[in-house]
Nanobody, 126 residues
Framework: QVQLVESGGGLVQAGGSLNLSCAAS????????MAWFRQAPGKERELVAG????????DYVTSVKGRFTISRDNVKNAVNLQMNSLKSEDTAVYYC???????????????????WGQGTRVTVSS
């Protein structure tokens, strides 16, 4: 079992920044590919960014490239999502997810992730 707990969400004005964190516990964190998903009201869950075990293998959905940065700390067992230049369309509940396996690919679907956090809400006001 892997437990994931997100934090850092909140209300921010458009153009502002937030840093989301996901603390993991229970298994060897570096055995897992990590990702951030989001789900806006009335929309399907969307992959935002993912990162492989070493941190050198990352990818982003096109809409956040250049604004969001995913990183991980295998000593602290944490994955972060730094979100800059936030837009109203970034408003969603953000979820941290873990998939057993070291190498990330955006081809992984949400169903392939083994563990999920409870989510943290991000609201961007325009």
């Amino acid at each position: 079992q892997v437990q994931l707990v997100e934090s850092g969400g909140g209300l921010v004005q458009a153009g502002g920044s937030l840093n989301l964190s996901c603390a993991a516990s229970g298994r060897t964190f570096s055995d897992y590919t990590m990702a951030w998903f989001r789900q806006a009201p009335g929309k399907e869950r969307e992959l935002v960014a993912g990162i492989g075990w070493s941190g050198g293998n990352v990818d982003y959905v096109t809409s956040v490239k250049g604004r969001f940065t995913i990183s991980r700390d295998n000593v602290k067992n944490a994955v972060n999502l730094q979100m800059n230049s936030l837009k109203s369309e970034d408003t969603a509940v953000y979820y941290c997810a873990a998939k057993l396996g070291k190498f990330y690919t955006k081809r992984y679907t949400a169903n392939e992730y083994n563990y999920w956090g409870q989510g943290t809400r991000v609201t961007v006001s325009s």
